[in-house]
Every structure is written in C-alpha cells, then in structure tokens.
C-alpha cells in the first residue's frame, strides 16, 4: 500500500507558537507511519520555513535552525508541494495533503488555507471563509446574532473608534455594566484577554487588547459554567458532535496562565450536567460548525447559566489544541475515538473535499 504523504506544518509567527509546538508532537507521534510519510515543517517566530528529515521520534527535541533546510510551499498548483532549497538547488517534493497544526494568526484566519487553495493541495479543517469568519470573533457573534444563537450582550469597536473614549465608556457601562471582559477579536488561547470591574481596569483591559488587535469586542460578564463539545465531519449529515466537557478554572476565568500554567485548574469530560443541557449544546454547536460553514474539525465554546437554566455561545475555534490538557482530542477519546484515529478521519475528510 502507498503511503500518504503528508505535510505538517506547526509553529508559526502567531502568539500561539508554543501551544502550536505542543500540538503537533501529540499529533505527529500518533500518526501511523505505516500510513503516511511524514514531512514536519517547522514555521519560525519569524517566518521562516524549515523542513526536517531526520527521525520523527526526535521531533520534539530538534535544533530546527541547525539541522533544518528552507523548504516552502509551492502556490503554482502543478508543483502541487514543498519546494526545499539548498544553497541553489531547489528540488519539488510532492504532498498529498497538509494538516496545519497553527493556532491563531497566520493559521485560523484563512491565510494559509488560502496558499493551500492555490497550491491546489488539500488539507485538514476549515477553508479559507469558514476559517477567517470563525477566527473573528466580531463576524462570527453577528451571523450567529441572526442565527438566534443566545449570546451575552457586547460591542465591537475598532481602533480609531477608541480615540475619545467619554462616549463609548458611557455606552459600555448602559449596555453592558460591570464586570465585563474585553477581548482583541482575532486571537486564540485567551491572549490579550482582561476582566474589567470599573473604569480604570477597563482602559487598561482595552489597551491590553489593541496590542493583539485593531478591533476588540467587550461582553458582559457572564455567571455560568464553562461548557466546550467538539465537533468532526465534513458539514454533511454525517458530521457529528461529542460529548461536552467542562473547564474549572484555578483563576477569575479561564485565560492563557490558568490553561497551560495552573495545575489546580481542570478539565472534566464528560461534564455532569443535566442530558438536556448536553443535547442542546450538542445540537447548537453542529448548527453553528454548519452555518459557518466549517469542515473537519472545530471546538464551540459555552457557558451555562445554571440559575436561568439558559445555555450561551461564546465562541469557535477551528483548529483546536491537541496538548495534553487539551479539550477537543479529550472528548473524542471519552467517545472512543483515539486520537490516531480521529486524525485519520481528518485526513479522509480532506481527501475528500479534493
């Protein structure tokens, strides 16, 4: 049987680049090389593009600048690959498909999708829209808006939108109140997100925010329990959602330290939660991955008002993490889906779409 060749690019110009890094060795030391052969390719802070060939079990401990050579992707669809160039030689190595392990910026906002499409070479998760619309949290809280998707109350601003800040402070604190979190709209993993409880913590959270982004959305504050599901397929009927975990966090809320640096917070799958709350956040969250208009795989984020019995969108993400303490690979497994497993069904769907 003939291999499948496969490009995994991980890494990337992105705030996300070690979460990124911690992904692709899950997920490169669960692929099967008797089914693929593996091509890692390392994007560093930045930018540049290097290819490894050495042996996969030392993936997670290369020297990329020492042992790495410059190898990119070719956008002329006849060179359907990786062009690696050595001093003045360039030599065309073909790929069958790419899995982009690159969380945020430059990963799940379309850019790289869109040199797949015109490499013409398939590739796991969402295409070139679905993926800049989920990236931007902005877009995606207004088509889900007129989806009647409940979502806590909030605002979009832009940068230059911010300059006299006397009349938006005014409508913040009318339309929304504190608490409330401000969040740059394109960015992952919790970066750049503050809690504001009054006026000065606000200025501050909304500076922290421009610092990752243009444009920012503030919410209100929600009181609920943090509810995620995973979703897997290909848009169609046969796309199916997991089963919904929960995040506990060990701080105010859930942001990049409390994920990846506080051992005391957790994450529980299969939540215990009422089977109605599931299968409502369940059916929401295929609803919201087939609207956007996604494919392969995605994480939709909740809360639950567990007083008002109400069930909120927070948001989606297109290409989760795959850490160890990551939800999405976490709930497939409670499924009975390993994560070999789950990235072979990815690469078929994306064979597929081809």
């Known amino acids: 049987m003939n291999k499948i060749t496969v490009a995994v690019l991980f890494g990337g110009r992105s705030p996300e680049h070690e979460v990124s890094k911690a992904s692709a060795a899950t997920i490169i030391s669960n692929m099967s090389e008797e089914l693929y052969h593996i091509i890692p390719v390392y994007i560093t802070r930045e930018g540049k593009w290097l290819m490894y060939d050495g042996s996969i079990d030392n993936i997670r401990n290369v020297q990329w600048e020492k042992y790495g050579t410059v190898a990119v992707i070719s956008p002329d669809s006849e060179h359907k690959g990786l062009l690696r160039i050595v001093g003045d030689k360039v030599k065309r190595i073909p790929i069958d498909v790419a899995v982009p392990i690159l969380h945020g910026a430059n990963g799940e906002d379309g850019t790289i999708q869109g040199l797949f499409e015109l490499a013409g070479i398939p590739y796991v998760g969402c295409g070139v829209l679905s993926s800049a619309v989920c990236m931007d949290k902005a877009i995606s809280k207004t088509i889900c808006e007129h989806l009647g998707i409940r979502q806590t109350p909030y605002l979009t601003y832009k940068q230059h939108e911010l300059v006299d800040t006397t009349e938006v402070f005014k409508k913040i604190k009318s339309k929304l109140g504190y608490p409330c979190f401000v969040k740059p709209a394109n960015a992952g ?17 909304i500076e922290a925010a421009l610092l990752h982004d243009n444009k920012i ?107 160890s303490i990551s939800m999405y690979p976490m709930l497939w497994s409670e499924m009975g889906v390993a994560i070999g497993d789950l990235i072979d069904r990815l690469i078929k769907i994306a064979l597929k779409a081809e």
């Open 217 to 323: 959305i503030i919410e209100k504050a929600v009181v609920g329990r943090e509810l995620e599901c995973a979703v897997l397929g290909d848009g169609t009927d046969t796309t199916e959602a997991s089963c919904v975990g929960e995040i506990i966090s060990a701080g105010d809320f859930y942001d990049f330290d409390s994920k990846y640096n506080n051992k005391e917070s957790k994450t529980i799958a299969p939540a215990e939660i009422p089977d109605e709350v599931s299968d409502e956040i369940r059916n929401m969250s295929i609803k919201i991955f087939k609207s956007l208009d996604c494919k392969g795989l995605s994480r939709v984020d909740f809360f639950w008002d567990e007083a008002a019995n109400k069930v909120i969108f927070n948001e989606i993400n297109t290409f989760p993490g795959f850490t």
């Open 189 to 205: 993993s919790t970066i750049g997100i503050s809690k504001a409880t009054n006026k000065k913590e606000l200025e501050a959270a």
